[in-house]
């Protein structure tokens, strides 16, 4: 690799190289140490193409999400089976990873505007800036910028566009899929907003399950599924469609049950948590 080599953003890909090793030595006991970092799916990251990915996920935190995410892309790419044991698979990173993130956010300070090297598409919300709720439009520069990744790579998107759990899915990310075609691969994470602070910076509480579980991509009709269809789909695929609120019957409860024997990333300890949780849905169903 050349030493001054580019990506299509403009930034020198040696100093990426550079700021994706140091920032993931340091965090890599945040998820290995602290918490453990539980995941399902690595398998089928090692069979996606290069490029025209993108990635979309429920959202817990700015950077701790993203940051997990590059951990567990590399460490898959590099072989290891559900784990990121070893940090030495940031030897040579995978460089045309890159994360969708609000403009403002990456401009509020030093680190934000570090990070943002390491593979921000950075955007303008259409909804808020500054604090307060907005209405404006898209820039289509911010479009064709996230056209420009997908071009180049793969692209992480947190089509909520807030980490606040179950509020809707931004209709934008329907367009941009119909627009470019990616391979849209669903991502759920758990744990992340117990684990550190909203910034995703600071360590709240250790001992936490953090869980990231890659799911198989989605079955999307590029030319005749409409946009709402395809919302629709996203909401189901990174789990926050508001059935996944409702109050559960016997028989969903029985499924749910099943489902948690199933992820056998899960410790004894963790499923003895998960099945006292079980029994008070059960008795709130049954007072009902």
Wanted: proline share 5%; net charge positive.
């Amino acid at each position: 690799m050349p030493l001054f080599k580019r990506n299509p953003f403009g930034h020198i890909l040696f100093l990426k190289r550079l700021l994706i090793q140091f920032l993931g030595i340091i965090s890599h006991g945040r998820y290995r140490k602290f918490n453990d970092l539980q995941i399902e799916g690595s398998e089928i990251l090692r069979q996606l193409p290069s490029k025209n990915i993108l990635f979309i996920s429920n959202h817990q935190t700015y950077f701790a999400d993203v940051a997990a995410m590059f951990h567990v892309f590399n460490a898959s790419l590099k072989g290891r089976d559900d784990n990121i044991r070893n940090v030495g698979y940031l030897w040579k990173p995978k460089l045309n990873i890159y994360f969708v993130a609000a403009g403002e956010t990456m401009r509020s300070g030093l680190l934000p505007r570090i990070f943002a090297y390491a593979g921000s598409v950075s955007v303008e919300r259409t909804w808020r800036s500054e604090g307060k709720d907005v209405n404006r439009q898209v820039k289509m520069s911010d479009i064709s910028n996230i056209g420009k990744a997908l071009d180049d790579g793969w692209v992480i998107t947190f089509p909520q566009g807030t980490t606040t759990p179950f509020k809707p899915i931004r209709r934008g990310t329907a367009h941009i899929i119909k627009t470019y075609k990616p391979m849209v691969v669903p991502i759920v994470i758990d744990g992340f907003r117990r684990s550190f602070d909203k910034k995703g910076l600071m360590i709240k509480k250790r001992n936490v399950l953090q869980s990231m579980v890659i799911k198989e991509p989605l079955d999307i009709d590029y030319e005749n599924e409409d946009v709402s269809s395809i919302v629709e789909k996203i909401e189901f695929a990174i789990e926050q469609h508001p059935s996944f609120l409702k109050v559960l019957t016997p028989e969903q409860l029985k499924e749910q049950e099943e489902f948690i024997e199933s992820r056998s990333f899960w410790g004894s300890d963790t499923k003895k948590k998960d099945e006292k949780e079980v029994k008070k849905k059960k008795s709130v169903t049954t007072h009902k």
